[in-house]
């Protein structure tokens, strides 16, 4: 069993926002199987300066799969083929010798490119600042333990916070929708008590925003859940259309 | 070298007893009135724990708050990677911890290298941070009836931990973020991403404004203010391989450093001793396992040295649990320093496992065979995913392979008990100051540190600058401002202009390895020269043949990763300078000429109980050394032991 590849790769260069973009294809030879995704992209830069061709832009941080920086849509899937895996953890064991990689950037609206497979995602920063906080300064908390939150809540509200705002289920939906990372942020905390008196219109600040940015509408495709490395399910996607519903209806 | 004829440096510790100290400083401390707050500006470098924990809590007060952060968004700031869990004197547990048992583990597990009143303060407001963090909706483990968890780490016997899974730090950074945001929307924080600073403006002696590089478009911009706050994180990256993300660096503290602030005990280094193996030549980090594991892991290697063994294979008795062994009131939970000694005693005696033999087992039979399969997924599900993920190894079926690993760096510009640098209105926060961890810190307690300092401490004493300082206005048309721009943008141009032929991740890779072979977990008089020698020669080389190709007026990756590099290869002599001229060794910095019989630290009060703040000379002077005595009124410095 060999373990190296050699590998065929179709990667979107574009200079800068403004310039026309189009694929370039490079080869590389000997890749180990234990390299990570991003790991062979490295090797592929230092050869392309070594050439005098400039590398290739793509952003990462942490490479463990946490930090949300990183991103490509991997033959057409938003952080390659593993379920729950983003790109930096995705090793290349999942690839054959002589397989062609074709490597994107986000498409989507909301989500400009800066250079080559650099995308501007500052718009789900701009979705956080509407509402999705709660409004307690420094220095007015209780006892931690004053509010008593049941496990099972507790542990609902951790499995939606753990969105890491990538943007693979904008990526990933064909009407660019942001309502996973939406509503994985309302359902955190419309399952906390801390949550509980801005419920209303935090749910309604978020969503207004979020159409503002140029997000799609959702039609239920779930290719959103399909792609989240995070694992954050549609149930979101429904407790947020009940928050929005009951948010409008109890409106004054 | 310059040594102890300087005057020494003044923490200026508030006076009165330890349990008082902060209060009675407080009261002492010049406030600004509600209504006058609108008129400072205050720049926040960093959106970690540290920076935006502050920048939230300034904005609260009502400063005009501009933040910034090399990352995409503020969230993405490398706190956010943080996995165990966070300390705070609770004693929810009944189990006699209290703020002098937080104080007391702190300044041991340190190796008496701390300065106590700090250590103290930041022990008794621990227990603010959760209440602070659970108010944001920072959903921690719960028990059952609903209230807060609380798990185990190391050089501890008590259960003070809070956490959220596998991913405290995630949680604890978006509850900053979100508060953060939160003034963002009222207009009281102008957020600056993918910007990266380059250096400090300092005016008549008092820090007033930065010099960033816009990361997208390459102009550089300039920002005054009447302080500036650091809170950009660690070094670690300096050894190349490490568990920090690739953006970190040392780039905002050094350039500080050039410009008048000291930079406190680089040579306190931590390394990790759980984290995954390196594989290969093209390996670009090192993943943590958190210390969390070692709660329900048994560490261990085989009796017989060579062992070709699978782990299934060989039998209990031919098992060497070393840790368990050598520490037995401590065990698995031995504090890093002294856990990572150990592993890199037994591999380097042969007895290592895997390919490699860099390598030791972590193993969860017994605590599967006890708590079931299920309970330990629990609580270390993403742990195990992410190993399984990068080494196709199943952890529950068979034992991991871990091997220490740069983490942590105890080091960091050096600050007074105000959190300020000896640079007027420049304050340190975070991993990027000095200040409480003395050579060696415990796990769970940096997430602490960061948010201690930036929601309780800064908001505080930043105001007593203010209050007390004459600031003459200053804005970005000021002669210091054009000069430091343009040195900046002068600097970006040689870069460019080398055109050599070595890429700049060749040179950090060279430079991880001189520091990693002579400046990582053991080292000694003789391979510190070389060390020393080494960077000098790789510093000469990068700047006579690196290969930074591109424009400086957009986007420009490589670029970014030049000055940083340009940055680390200055200060990587420093740090094995500061290395060399400790003729002790002290938690992480283990000089091999200084040991006890049983290979543990052996310190020298005598000589060495102080902090050594290296102040910068000149481009081709060396550095000065200054120090600032270590007092310990509450706890006698005494051998450690976790025997
Ligand atoms: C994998 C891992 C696990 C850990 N687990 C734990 C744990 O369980 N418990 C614990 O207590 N500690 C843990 N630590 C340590 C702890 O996470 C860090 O020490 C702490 O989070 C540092 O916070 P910070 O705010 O000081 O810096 P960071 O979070 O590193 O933030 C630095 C900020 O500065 C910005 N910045 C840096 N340089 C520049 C520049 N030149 N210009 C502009 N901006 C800049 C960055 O963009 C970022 O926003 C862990 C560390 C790692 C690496
Ligand atoms: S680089 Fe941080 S999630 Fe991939």
């Known amino acids: 069993m060999s373990d190296t590849l050699n590998l065929t790769l179709k990667v979107w260069r574009q200079a800068s926002p403004s310039a026309p973009g189009e694929f370039k294809t490079y080869k590389v030879y000997d890749i180990s199987t234990h390299m990570s995704f991003l790991e062979m992209l490295d090797v592929l830069n230092e050869d392309l300066i070594s050439k005098g061709e400039e590398p290739i832009a793509f952003d990462h941080d942490c490479r463990e799969g946490i930090c949300g920086s990183c991103s490509l849509m991997i033959n057409g899937q938003a952080h390659g083929p593993d379920r729950t895996t983003t790109t930096c953890q995705l090793h290349m064991r999942r690839f054959r010798s002589g397989d062609m990689i074709v490597i994107e950037p986000w498409r989507a609206r909301a989500f400009p490119v800066i250079r080559d497979l650099v995308v501007d995602r500052s718009a789900f920063d701009r979705i956080m600042t509407a509402g999705g906080y709660v409004s307690v300064n420094t220095g007015n908390a209780v006892d931690g333990n004053a509010v008593l939150v049941p496990k099972q809540n507790a542990d609902k509200a951790f499995a939606s916070a753990t969105c890491i705002g990538c943007g693979a289920c904008v990526a990933a939906c064909k009407n660019a929708s942001a309502m996973l990372f939406v509503s994985a942020k309302v359902s955190q905390f419309a399952l906390l008590p801390q949550g509980q008196p801005e419920r209303s219109q935090r749910v309604e600040a978020m969503v207004a925003k979020m159409d503002e940015e140029g997000f799609g509408g959702c039609t239920n495709t779930n290719e959103c859940e399909a792609a989240c490395p995070a694992g954050i399910t549609v149930d979101n996607i429904a407790r947020l259309n009940r928050e929005y519903i009951r948010a409008t209806l109890t409106a004054e | ?643």
């Not at chain 2, 349990?19 to 959106?47: F, H, M, S």
């Not at chain 2, 059952?144 to 956490?163: E, H, I, K, P």
């Not at chain 2, 302080?227 to 660690?234: K, Q, Y």
């Not at chain 2, 299934?312 to 037995?328: F, S, T």
Request: hydrophobic letters at 35%; aromatic letters at 10%.
């Open chain 2, 1 to 643: 070298m310059t040594t102890e004829a300087k005057p020494v440096l003044d923490g200026r510790i508030p006076a009165g007893p330890m349990a008082d100290k902060w209060e009675l400083c407080q009261r002492e401390l010049k406030l600004v009135a509600p209504t006058n707050k609108r008129k400072y500006d205050i720049i926040v470098v960093g959106t970690g724990l540290a920076g935006g924990s502050a920048a939230a809590s300034l904005a609260e007060l009502g400063y005009n708050v501009k933040a910034f952060c090399f990352q995409d968004s503020a969230r993405r700031a490398h706190s956010i990677a943080a996995q165990g869990g966070i300390n705070a004197a609770k004693n929810y547990q009944n189990d006699g911890d209290s703020v002098w048992r937080l104080f007391y583990d702190t300044i041991k597990g340190g190796d008496f290298r701390s300065r106590e009143a700090n250590v103290y303060r930041l022990a008794q407001l621990s227990a603010n941070i959760i209440d602070q963090c659970v108010a944001q909706g920072v959903p921690f483990a719960r028990e059952y009836g609903g209230v807060l968890a609380n798990r185990t780490f190391g050089g501890v016997q008590v259960s003070r931990t809070f956490y959220a899974r596998g991913q405290t730090g995630q949680q604890l950074l978006l509850g900053a973020y979100s508060a953060l945001m939160r003034q963002v929307n009222l207009g009281k924080v102008k957020m600056f991403p993918r910007r990266e600073m380059l250096d400090l403006v300092v005016v008549d002696g008092v820090a007033r404004g930065i010099i960033c590089r816009n990361l997208v478009n390459g102009q550089i911009e300039t920002y005054a203010a009447h302080a500036v706050l650091l809170c950009t994180g660690g070094y670690g990256n300096a050894y190349y391989l490490s568990t920090n993300a690739k953006g970190c660096n040392v780039t905002a503290a050094w350039r500080a450093y050039k410009r008048g602030a000291m930079f406190a005990n680089p040579c306190y280094t931590q390394i990790h001793p759980t984290c995954i193996p390196v594989t290969g030549e093209y390996q670009s980090k090192l993943t943590l396992m958190s210390e969390s594991l070692r709660n329900d892991g048994r560490v261990w290697v085989p009796l017989k040295a060579d062992d070709t063994r699978s782990p299934e294979q060989i039998p209990e008795a031919e098992r060497d649990y070393y840790l368990e062994r050598r520490y037995p009131s401590y065990g698995n939970m031995a504090p890093r320093d002294v856990a990572s000694r150990a592993a890199k005693e037994r591999c380097d005696a042969g007895f290592g496992v895997g390919s490699s033999k860099q390598a030791v087992y972590l193993d969860f039979t017994a605590a599967i065979q006890r708590d079931g399969e299920s309970t330990v997924r629990a609580k270390y599900g993403n742990l195990f995913d992410m190993y399984q993920k990068i080494t196709a190894e199943d952890p529950y079926k068979s034992p991991m392979r871990i091997y220490p690993a740069i983490h942590y760096t105890m080091g960091g510009l050096w600050v007074d008990y105000y959190l300020q640098s000896n640079v007027p209105g420049l304050f340190v926060l975070g991993e990027a100051n000095f200040s409480d961890h003395g050579a060696n810190r415990l796990g769970a307690s940096a997430l602490m540190q960061g948010l201690a300092d930036g929601y309780f401490v800064v908001p505080n004493t930043v105001a007593d600058h203010l209050a007390t300082r004459k600031l003459t206005p200053v804005s970005t048309d000021h002669p210091e401002f054009r000069r430091c721009q343009e040195e900046t943008t002068n600097r970006i141009k040689k870069l460019l202009s080398i055109s050599g032929k070595r890429t700049v991740e060749s040179f950090h890779r060279a430079l991880g390895k001189i520091l990693w072979e002579y400046c990582g977990m053991s080292r000694s008089a003789k391979g510190l020269e070389v060390a020393i020698q080494k960077i000098r020669g790789l510093r000469t080389e990068f700047w006579q043949d690196v290969r930074v190709l591109g424009a400086s007026n957009n986007f420009n990756q490589d670029l970014e990763h030049a000055g940083r590099v340009a940055d680390f290869l200055e200060f990587g002599e420093v740090l094995a300078q500061d290395a060399l001229t400790r003729n002790e060794s002290c938690g992480g910095h283990f000089r091999e000429e200084y040991q006890t019989k049983d290979n543990d630290t052996l310190r020298d009060d005598q000589n060495f109980q102080h902090v050594a703040a290296w102040e910068y000379a000149g481009e081709n002077a060396p550095a000065v050394r200054r120090t600032e005595p270590l007092e310990f009124t509450e706890v006698k410095p005494t051998q450690r032991s976790y025997k």
